[in-house]
């Protein structure tokens, strides 16, 4: 069995629009998988939350990553 290329994630920040979550899941070779992550700001200091990631090949992600910056620099504009 050859070695297999490891997987990335990207945690998908809270507030981002389901749309571009289904947009990016379509568009996109990754899968969209659970999270447990320690949450370190404001009063939450050290709380765990179950979040979303993308997860896929290294460059599949910076590509995810870069359209989901641009499309959600785009939303933020447009309101």
Same mark, same amino acid.
């Given at each position: 069995?050859?070695?297999?290329?490891?997987?990335?994630?990207?945690?998908?920040p809270?507030?981002?629009?389901?749309?571009? $979550? $289904?947009? $990016?899941?379509?568009?996109?070779?990754?899968?969209?998988?659970?999270?447990?992550?320690?949450?370190?700001?404001?009063?939450?200091e050290?709380?765990?939350?179950?979040?979303?990631?993308?997860?896929?090949?290294?460059?599949?992600?910076?590509?995810?990553?870069?359209?989901?910056?641009?499309?959600?620099?785009a939303?933020?504009?447009?309101?």
């Amino acid at each position: 069995m050859p070695d297999e290329e490891p997987l990335y994630d990207i945690i998908i920040p809270p507030g981002v629009p389901q749309k571009l $979550i $289904i947009e $990016i899941s379509k568009k996109f070779d990754v899968t969209i998988v659970d999270r447990r992550e320690k949450i370190k700001f404001a009063n939450m200091e050290g709380d765990e939350r179950d979040l979303l990631a993308f997860r896929g090949k290294l460059e599949v992600m910076q590509n995810v990553e870069t359209y989901m910056r641009d499309q959600l620099n785009a939303f933020v504009a447009d309101t």
